[in-house]
């Protein structure tokens, strides 16, 4: 079964300096990976993905993920967190391709604070 | 336009009560979702229509029941929930393979 871990429930970090959320996968096959963003009582926004090809991922809003096929991760980082940068970030794996549609597997969630 | 949108916003309802949830796509997608998401929770998925077809069931309780009137549509059809089915409601939609879905803002659900 393919899933996906974030071990850290929340990461705190001071406006101007890099933030890294991070992300384990398990996947049998070729792993699909994404990132998304969700502000309170809002719906997800997608980030990045990482499908095939570079291993460096640049998303929106300055953000970039760093796959690593090695240590079965997919951290996601920005060099300069924002204030605004603070809400829960969610890593999801795609397990399956049913013809037209995929279906996610979340993480838990990794909650950001951003502080001035 | 790369928006998903979701009527209505917020929903409270009764377990003798019969409402529905509406999600629409302009993008050409021929994948829509419903998810269901609880407080400090990763989304779970409920169901997946894929070309208008039911695809993906998540072994969903029957009081739950999706509707794909045509590409653009996507309904949830409620009935007899319980207390425990209140939660954000999410709906998405994407190209398939492996394309990321959007989502749209969702569904407050309450039931009292």
């Known amino acids: 079964a393919q899933s996906v871990a974030q071990p850290e429930d929340q990461v705190n970090v001071a406006e101007g300096n890099p933030l890294t959320v991070k992300c384990t996968y398990s996947v049998s096959g070729n792993p699909y990976l994404f990132w998304y963003v969700q502000y309170p009582n809002r719906g997800l926004q997608f980030l990045l993905k990482?499908?095939?090809?570079?291993?460096l991922v640049k998303g929106s809003y300055g953000f970039e993920a760093e796959f690593n096929k090695s240590q079965t991760s997919f951290h996601l980082k920005k060099p300069s967190a924002l204030v605004s940068d603070s809400a829960l970030y969610f890593c999801?794996?795609?397990?399956?391709?049913?013809?037209?549609?995929?279906?996610?597997?979340f993480g838990t969630g990794t909650r950001l604070q951003v502080t001035l | 336009d790369t928006e998903v949108t979701q009527t209505p916003k917020h929903l409270v309802m009764g377990m003798t009560n019969k409402k529905s949830l509406k999600c629409e796509q302009h993008m050409g997608h021929r994948a829509m979702y419903w998810y269901k998401q609880k407080a400090k929770k990763p989304p779970e998925l409920m169901f997946v229509y894929s070309y208008e077809k039911l695809s993906i069931n998540e072994s969903v309780p029957s009081r739950f029941s999706p509707e794909c009137p045509n590409s653009s549509l996507l309904n949830l059809h409620l009935h007899a929930l319980q207390p425990e089915d209140s939660a954000l409601y999410l709906c998405a939609s994407s190209q398939g393979g492996y394309n990321e879905q959007f989502f749209g803002p969702g569904t407050r659900l309450t039931v009292l």
């Open positions: 999801a794996v795609s397990v399956t391709n049913t013809g037209t549609a995929s279906k996610l597997t």
């Open positions: 990482y499908i095939t090809g570079d291993n």
